[in-house]
């Protein structure tokens, strides 16, 4: 049982390259998120999934798509990267009727964008 | 104004110190609150969640939620320095899975 695995780990893009994010959970939960994490901001909804087929958007979610076509997996795709988008991301996984208070997080994804 | 304020600190205590994190939200149809840990270069850790009003307590841990003063607080009995962290306060309402964090309070347990 692995959790939520995330890769890379590491990424450097340049301003206007495109790359997806990965993000895997092997607890069949019906819930995942994508969150950004920037200092003195704390985490920061991006975009989330009730389940396959289904997302919606976050606090932040422009510059960023998403499609949720397994329970699995949720990649985050960054369409044309900017500086800004700088910052650690965080996939996250829950139960459906837990959401919130029963929430497992992956390692986080460290992304510069020069 | 943010939903949720978070003194992100630094904060440096003894070993053996009582430690008090603290939170305040403008929100008053939060429910759900959340304490998690996050150890640097890690994911947040779910430590511990209160639904609604009261006190819960978990080994040397303890969270209360006072929502007639949107205020809530962890509080870390005989503090170790394996609790050097960042903790992060979450919250949510009924509806609906969208969490509001803190910003974050980083704290330093000196051997």
Redesign the interface.
Known sequence: NAG?TQTPKFQVLKTGQSMTLQCAQDMNHE?M?W?RQDP??????IH?S?GAGITDQ??VPNGYNVSRSTTEDFPLRLLSAAPSQTSVY?C?S?PLDR??????????TRLTVT | QKE?E?D?GPLSVPEGAIVSLNCTYSNSAFQ?F?WYRQYS??????LM?T?SSGNKEDGRFTAQVDKSSKYISLFIRDSQPSDSATY?C?M?NNQG???I????TELSVKP
Do not use: D, I
């Open positions: 939520v819930y998120s969150y003195g901001m704390g985490l920061r909804l989330y009730v976050g606090e965080f996250a829950s959401v919130g208070y029963e929430q497992y997080f992956g390692p986080g | 949720v978070q992100p759900y959340m270069r890690k994911g947040p850790e779910l969640y639904y992060l979450a949510k899975g969208k969490l964090f803190g910003q974050g």
